[in-house]
């Protein structure tokens, strides 16, 4: 059984990085344009991609997105994309220096959080800067979470 996309508020969603927030806090959220080939718009436009193990990072003034998984696509010939490059993000100057300076600065990372079609049909990756959480952050996060749940439930049962 094939999990099922859903649309965001965004666009159509591809891929969501939800082990991302549970791993890491996120301070700042931005979004970024891709450099994409042809068939990697097409793979994407089938809805097949991954970016649970990828990152960000900074090389050479430019902010580059590494390890991010493309599926070839099926019916491409020999000029298809290879499965795991480094992407160009997008970004305006100000915000590439920003970004750079946190990491090297305050030691926070670059995460990719979702990839989805905007409005107009183009891919977007929404990257986040995040502070690494340790494990008894991770654990009381969900008690809290779990908590919020819990009170939900009651609240709809008592009126």
Known sequence: MAKKKKDSANGKLIADNRKARHNYEFVETLEAGLVLTGTEV??????????????????????????????????????????????????????????????????????????YFNERGRAKLQIALAKGRKVHDKRQVSKDRDWKREQGRLLREKG
């Open 42 to 115: 097409k793979s994407l436009r089938n809805g097949k991609a991954n970016i649970a193990e990828s990152y960000a990072t900074e090389e050479g003034g430019e902010i580059w997105l590494i390890n991010s998984y493309i599926p070839e696509y099926l019916e491409g010939n020999r000029h298809n994309h290879e499965p795991r490059r480094k992407r160009k993000l997008l970004l305006n100057k100000r915000e590439m220096a920003r970004l750079s300076q946190a990491v090297a600065r305050d030691g926070m990372t670059i995460v990719p959080n979702r990839l």
